[in-house]
């Protein structure tokens, strides 16, 4: 493990370049301040030495600026705009794809019916494949749009409170970290495009969610009791992307996203006891339906007679290893 | 902020534009990145490391500088970067302009 003062500075300024600049980066920066350490202490340059070249050098961020020739006084400048830019070409494709599959299943499932295509006062109809099409393109843009916003948004905030970019001394930077405690950004998107596909099927489409019983489909949840849960279910939701937008924007596992997980987790298990703990959750005929099916295991129909708090125990055991993981995953830093 | 420095940024910003000029014709000979800082600086055109560096790879992306990695006889392997033609191209267009405006601002010192 390379961990030295040198080491922290090249990775704070490459962590920050494009995947495919940062090897050469890393090779030159290494190069260039081993050279400018020798000039200055000729045999063995001292960590203070190191430190002086460094302090003179800048601060990385600074330096990952001008290889990345961004400019400031923007809306989002500095190492935020290089972050917003990474996240949105991962973002942006993820977001789109889940948009229209979801756009798709509610039109050609007969679930929005509502579509009146209106032409210069006229609506047109009947309504064709053609313009289911175009519904589904146009909702699958317009949802993009709305999170290409929301993540412009947050961007804008963070660069604007200047949380991030601090001045301090040159010794205080991080540890490089082990490649497994650097944060997915395609992993984080992924898991944020999942947790928003849940959420959209839970409150719109939960009669999707069930099974086919002497060809008859049970849905698990009672439709009406669910969206009851609308406040605590979207709330639950935007937890999880907030907490995993926060891990994706630090870059790495530590301490602070080790807190701020264990927070989000404790009110992510919080919610889920509130959404699942009710009974009246289960359609019935999916109970009678799961107790049906294993009629003979006595065991299993017993604790399938309450399949939300299962699912509810489920969760809240994912929710312990998420937080052990993440914590794992800080200290092996 | 005091006289000394509002020169020095006024004087900064003069040179700023020079520094490819310089970094172009140095590098019709090549040379790797911290050679090039202390030649710069021993010729009076003192340019940071931190401003130089990533300036280097801004003109290799643009083609007017190219470079390869010595890593021969056991030496520290150095990045060596060279002028292409286009950059000698570029570079001769650049002189041109200078000296024009070298005269234009000659004739407005002397007004």
């Known amino acids: ?79 935020y705009f290089l972050m917003y830019k990474r996240v949105l070409r991962t973002a942006l494709p993820i977001v789109a794809t889940v948009a229209a599959i979801l756009a798709a299943v509610g039109l050609f499932a007969g679930f929005d019916t509502d579509i009146n295509i209106v032409l210069g006062g006229v609506t047109l109809a009947p309504i064709t494949f053609v313009s289911r099409f175009i519904h589904v393109f146009a909702s699958s843009i317009s949802i993009t749009i709305q999170a290409f916003a929301a993540i412009t948004v947050i961007f804008a905030i963070l660069d604007y409170s200047k949380a991030k970019l601090k001045d301090g001394d040159i010794t205080d930077l991080p540890n490089v970290p082990e490649a497994e405690a650097v944060v997915s950004i395609t992993g984080g998107i992924a898991e944020i495009a999942l947790t928003i596909a849940m959420v959209t099927t839970l409150l719109f489409f939960p009669q999707y969610i069930g099974g086919g019983f002497d060809g008859r489909w049970i849905p698990a949840f009672d439709a009406e009791y669910l969206r009851s849960l609308w406040l605590p279910i979207l709330a639950w939701g935007a937890i999880s992307v907030v907490s995993i937008l926060y891990q994706i924007i630090i870059g790495h596992y530590n301490i602070k996203v080790v807190v701020t997980t264990l927070a989000a987790n404790i009110a992510l298990a919080v919610l889920t006891v509130v959404i699942l703990g009710s009974n009246n959750l289960i359609h019935q005929d999916f109970t009678a339906y799961l107790s049906d099916i294993l009629g003979g295991l006595y065991i299993v129909t017993n604790i399938l007679s309450h399949p939300n708090r299962m699912l509810m125990a489920i969760i809240l055991v994912a929710l312990a290893i998420d937080t052990v993981d993440v914590l794992y995953k800080a200290l092996k830093r | 902020m005091n006289k000394d420095e509002i020169l020095s940024g006024l004087l ?100």
């Open chain 1, 1 to 79: 493990m390379k961990n030295n003062l040198k080491d922290r500075y090249i990775y704070a300024v490459t962590r920050h370049l494009p995947v495919k600049m940062q090897k050469d980066v890393e090779r030159e920066l290494d190069g260039l301040i081993t050279e400018m350490a020798e000039e200055r202490q000729p045999n063995m340059a001292s960590e203070d030495t190191i430190k002086e070249v460094l302090d003179e050098l800048g601060s990385p961020e600074e330096l990952a600026l001008k290889y990345n020739g961004s400019g400031h006084n923007a809306l989002i400048s500095g190492v």
């Open chain 2, 12 to 111: 900064q910003e003069m040179r700023r534009g020079t520094i490819i000029l310089c970094v172009l014709a140095k590098l019709r000979q090549a040379a790797y990145g911290y050679n090039l800082v202390t030649e710069l600086a021993e010729t009076g055109m003192p340019v940071e490391a931190n401003t130089l560096y990533p300036l280097l790879r801004r003109l290799e992306s643009q083609g007017l500088l190219s470079s390869h990695w010595n890593t021969t006889d056991g030496a520290k392997p150095r990045k060596y970067y060279a002028t292409t033609d286009l950059g000698k191209e570029i570079l001769a267009e650049m002189v041109n302009h200078w000296w024009q405006a070298m005269q234009n601002v000659k004739n407005i010192l002397e007004d």
